[in-house]
Structure formats: structure tokens, C-alpha cells
């Protein structure tokens, strides 16, 4: 329970960032563009989306990026691009599902920022991603299986971020403050679970 005002809150946060960024870690569906950008906005933070940039640098979109030159292509330019943004200044920066797999990255991420885990459960993530078909490691006909082959390696290594909030069925706001309450828990060494 965090008994600060929201300004005091907002306060400590900046204060253990000491000018780091935050980096939204998750599943496809865990909600980590949403509630990054309104992260962003209570902190009055910049925000960058990853796969947005991935897609301006390479003036294609992420489906057309793995059609045309392969899964392995858009990883060497997703973990570019994230270096690129954790070099720019302090932000909020949501990433794509697979980015926190790549060593580089965490290590990264690690250095520069403060890493948040959106964790969800598997039926929460089918029922966000079933409304969009836009990801192509999801057109599948057995797109569910996917997500818990997933949700197996890489619930493991998430589990390596500082802070990690679930990701639950209620209105993004809810998990904003939940995010906003974690990272207001945060002293400058431990990890926060809520
Ligand atoms: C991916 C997640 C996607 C996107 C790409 C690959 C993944 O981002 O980066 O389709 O490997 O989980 P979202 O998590 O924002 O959907």
C-alpha cells in the first residue's frame, strides 16, 4: 500500500529513475503500448514505441519486415533501434514481445533503465490479440498454442525485470496506477512484484 500523494509519488520515481528510462516488457497483447504511453503521460516523460521506430527506420511495417526478409532481419533491427532509444534521454519506451529475449538488449536495458514486466495470463492475451491480425508470429491456425510456447521461454527471462505488475482484465488506467504504485515502491536496489 502506497500512502504518498500522486505528486510524491511522481516525485520518488523520478528520483530512483536518477534520469534512467522505463522499459515495458510483455507478451503481444499484455497491453505495453497502451500503458506506456499514459505511464509516459503522469510522468510527463517522452514516449517511444519500439516497434514504431523499428518500422520508421526501415520505411516498412513489421509484417511486410518478416515477409520480406525474415524474423532474424527484424531482430538485428529491433535490437538497434532499442539501443538507439536508450542512448536518447530519459523515456518511457514500450518493446515488441521478443525483445527482452536478446542478451544485448537486457543488458542494455539493464544499464540504462528500469524494466517493468506487463505479466498476463494466457486467456487475457488471446482475448486482446484475437482482436487484431496484424503479428506474424500469430498467423497460425493454432495461434493459442503459440502463445503458451511463449509464454514458456520467455515468462523465465522476463521474470529477470524489476518490477513486475500483472497485466490484468480491467481498464488500462488500473494498471497504469498499478505500474505507478510499483514503481513508487522502488527503492534504488529491489525488485518489486505486485
Ligand atoms: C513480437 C511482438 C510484436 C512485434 C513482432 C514480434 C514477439 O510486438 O515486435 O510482431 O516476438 O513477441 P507486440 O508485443 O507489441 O505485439
Known amino acids: ?16 529513475l536518477n534520469g534512467r528510462s522505463i522499459v515495458l516488457i510483455g507478451l503481444m497483447g499484455a497491453g505495453k503500448t497502451t500503458v506506456g504511453r499514459r505511464i509516459a503521460q503522469r510522468l510527463e516523460l517522452p514516449f517511444a514505441d519500439a516497434d514504431n521506430e523499428i518500422e520508421k527506420a526501415a520505411d516498412k511495417t513489421i509484417p511486410e ?9 527484424f531482430r538485428d533491427g529491433e535490437r538497434r533501434v532499442i539501443a538507439r532509444l536508450l542512448r536518447s ?52 491456425p493454432d495461434p493459442e498454442s503459440v502463445m503458451k510456447r511463449l509464454m514458456a521461454e520467455r515468462y523465465p527471462v522476463y521474470a529477470e525485470a524489476d518490477v513486475t505488475v500483472d497485466s490484468r482484465d480491467v481498464a488500462h488506467n488500473v494498471v497504469v496506477s498499478d505500474v505507478i504504485d510499483a514503481l513508487a515502491n522502488l527503492d534504488t536496489t529491489s525488485k518489486c512484484t505486485t
Open 65 to 73: 519486415l518478416f515477409e520480406d526478409y525474415g524474423e532474424q532481419h
Open 89 to 140: 534521454g530519459q523515456q518511457v519506451i514500450a518493446t515488441g514481445g521478443g525483445a527482452y529475449m536478446n542478451a544485448e538488449t537486457r543488458r542494455n536495458i539493464r544499464e540504462a533503465a528500469i524494466a517493468v514486466w506487463l505479466r498476463a495470463d494466457l486467456d487475457l492475451l488471446m482475448k486482446r490479440v484475437r482482436r487484431r491480425s496484424h503479428r506474424p508470429l500469430l498467423k497460425t
Open 1 to 16: 500500500m502506497n500512502r504518498r500523494s500522486p505528486a510524491k509519488q511522481i516525485e520518488h520515481i523520478l528520483s530512483v
